[in-house]
Structure formats: structure tokens, C-alpha cells
């Protein structure tokens, strides 16, 4: 691959002084509680429960019509673009009082893993000889990922902060990244987040405080633990 010179030190990283962080958080916290303030007074009386009935006709609907066409959608809806949040939000409350939480889980990481080796398969098979002869055609080649380095590479494109999603299962499709180590670490890194909303959704349609209490303490826990190993891949990115 062609590497272009670089202008400045890599290894330089720029931040934000500490304080001007703050105020620029203080700034948007500021903000969004003004936006909040704002939206409730003007809001017509009524608004939130009309919000509220239109929101359990669409949950109701969802509920009648099964689990098979949202899973089903949620495995194919983001290979397009689509995002995978509102499924993952919406799951709990929707199918977890019926179902159970883990069996809902375990449809979601399903759903996940039926979607990533999609892209993949979109990515290695459809678009990667055209955009091969694309790239070759202005001097420059793809790049494949060796085995060896196969867990990093792919551990930080889904980590470190970057594309979306779906992009992220284009792109690592593109460099060949082998599929088994692909499709493992595609499914396992949004699963911790997954199970945590899927838990608290449940939580709440239960009505139940002291399991949305543990369910947001757990994601709290795999936030940490996924910010420390985004740190420490940040440089190598």
C-alpha cells in the first residue's frame, strides 16, 4: 500500500486540557438540560400520554406479531445501515416479561451474529473485487490482515471510537480478516452492552427497581471495562 508522507509526528496525540474538558461537558450538560426545560414548557398538556399510547400500540403490535420479525429485522435492517440501537433498547421491554431476559439474549446475540457475517460476506465476496480494481487502478492495493494480527486489528476497529457499525463489518470484510475471528469478537463486543439494556428493559416492564438497579450497575461495569481496553488500543489504532 502506497503511504502517503506524513505531515506531522504519529505518535503525537492531541487532548484537551482537563479544564477545558470540563467546561465544555458543564457546557453541553447545561445545554441539554435548557433544550429539556424548554420542550416541557412549550409542549402541549397531554403530549406525554398521547406520547405513551401511541408507544404501547407500537409495543403491543410488536408483541402480537412475535419475536421472529424483530429479530428478523434486526438482523437485516443494519447490514444496510440501519441502527442496531433502537432493537437493542426495545428488546427487553418488549419480549423479556414473555420470554425470559435470557432467552431474549440469546435471540439478540443470534440476531448479531446472523447480521455481521452478512456484511461480511456482502463485503468479501460482492464488493471486494470491484473496489480491488478500483484501488489498483490508482496505484495503491488493499490490505489483508494476517492471522497473527487478525484478533488486534479487528478488536480495534470495534472498539476504538470510528465508523459505524455496519461500516466497521464493511471495512474489516474488505481487509479479509479471518471469518471465524471476525465473527467471534463482531458478536461478543456488543453483546456486553447488549444484555445490559436488554436486562434493564426488562427491569422496567417488570416494574421491577432492584433488577434495573443490578442491570445498570452491570452496564456501568462493561462500559469501565470496555473504556480501559479502548485506551489501551487507542494508540496502537
Known amino acids: 500500500m502506497r503511504d502517503p508522507s506524513p505531515t506531522a509526528d504519529s505518535n503525537t496525540v492531541v487532548?484537551?486540557?482537563?479544564?477545558?474538558?470540563?467546561?465544555?461537558?458543564?457546557?453541553?450538560?447545561?445545554?441539554?438540560?435548557?433544550?429539556?426545560?424548554?420542550?416541557?414548557?412549550?409542549?402541549?398538556?397531554?403530549?406525554?400520554?398521547?406520547?405513551?399510547?401511541?408507544?404501547?400500540?407500537?409495543?403491543?403490535?410488536?408483541?402480537?406479531?412475535?419475536?421472529?420479525?424483530?429479530?428478523?429485522?434486526?438482523?437485516?435492517?443494519?447490514?444496510?445501515?440501519?441502527?442496531?440501537?433502537?432493537?437493542?433498547?426495545t428488546a427487553g421491554p418488549l419480549f423479556g416479561p414473555t420470554m425470559g431476559g435470557g432467552a431474549v439474549i440469546a435471540c439478540a446475540a443470534l440476531a448479531v451474529a446472523i447480521n455481521v457475517a452478512l456484511s461480511y460476506w456482502i463485503s468479501a465476496r460482492l464488493l471486494r473485487p470491484t473496489i480491488t480494481r478500483l484501488v489498483t487502478w490508482m496505484g495503491y492495493r488493499l490490505p489483508e490482515i494476517s492471522e497473527r494480527s487478525a484478533w488486534i486489528t479487528t478488536l480495534i476497529v470495534r472498539i476504538v471510537p470510528g465508523p459505524p457499525f455496519f461500516l466497521q463489518s464493511y471495512l474489516l470484510g474488505l481487509m479479509r480478516v479471518r471469518f471465524s475471528i471476525y465473527l467471534l469478537i463482531s458478536t461478543l463486543v456488543p453483546l456486553g452492552y447488549i444484555a445490559c439494556l436488554v436486562l434493564f428493559g426488562d427491569a422496567i416492564a417488570r416494574r421491577d427497581p432492584m433488577a434495573a438497579v443490578g442491570a445498570g450497575a452491570l452496564l456501568l461495569v462493561v462500559g469501565t471495562l470496555i473504556h480501559v481496553v479502548r485506551r489501551r488500543l487507542t494508540p496502537k489504532a
Open 15 to 89: 487532548t484537551l486540557p482537563p479544564k477545558r474538558s470540563r467546561k465544555r461537558l458543564l457546557g453541553v450538560l447545561v445545554g441539554l438540560g435548557a433544550a429539556a426545560a424548554i420542550a416541557t414548557l412549550v409542549a402541549p398538556p397531554g403530549l406525554g400520554a398521547e406520547i405513551r399510547a401511541h408507544a404501547n400500540t407500537a409495543f403491543d403490535a410488536c408483541r402480537a406479531a412475535g419475536p421472529l420479525p424483530f429479530f428478523g429485522a434486526m438482523a437485516l435492517l443494519p447490514v444496510f445501515g440501519f441502527p442496531l440501537s433502537p432493537f437493542t433498547v
